[in-house]
């Protein structure tokens, strides 16, 4: 694809929409170019970033009457098209499902508790009736000591 006929900067081997063609065309390219994309994003401060401006830009939008009324009609037009099929409350009311979804708040929950903690935490806070507070305290408190011991 080097024969571009079309006129170009002195010194370029393609005008600029042959050599986008080029570069979109070319597997090795777009996968090199994806990859430092993803490394882009993937970095903690980007991240961070991307995560505030998105928090500002809702918080902007939810100021906006009008915003808010369109956005509770979409959610009652998905209702009323989608979620309310028969099929779609089958799927979500399935114990797979369910059990996925639990999974999923729990680690959201106690995302501040380890993973392999969280049975006793849970223990503290239901059967203990200890505070929540006290027993992330005491959880973190163990979980530093097991470190600690793996590490001496």
């Known amino acids: 694809m080097t024969e571009c006929t079309h006129p ?15 570069m979109t065309g070319d597997r090795d390219i777009a996968a090199r170019r994806l990859a430092a994309i993803k490394a882009h994003h993937a ?6 970033a991307n995560r505030e401006r998105m ?9 906006d009457p009008a915003e808010v009324e369109r956005r509770r009609e979409h959610g009652r037009r998905q209702y009323r098209d989608f979620l ?34 969280r049975g006793e935490y849970l ?17 973190l408190d163990q979980w530093k000591k ?3 011991a793996r590490a001496a």
């Open 8 to 22: 170009r900067s002195k010194g370029a081997k393609r005008c600029r929409a042959c050599q986008f063609a080029h």
């Open 43 to 48: 970095k903690p401060e980007v991240k961070l």
């Open 55 to 63: 928090r500002l830009m809702t918080a902007d939008k939810m100021q």
């Open 84 to 117: 309310s099929r028969p099929d779609v409350v089958a799927k979500t009311l399935s114990p797979e499902v369910r059990k996925r979804a639990s999974e999923k708040r729990t680690a959201t929950m106690l995302r501040d508790i380890p993973a392999s903690m």
């Open 123 to 139: 223990e503290l806070v239901r059967s203990k009736n200890v505070n929540a507070a006290e027993a992330k305290a005491i959880i």
């Open 146 to 148: 097991q470190i600690a």
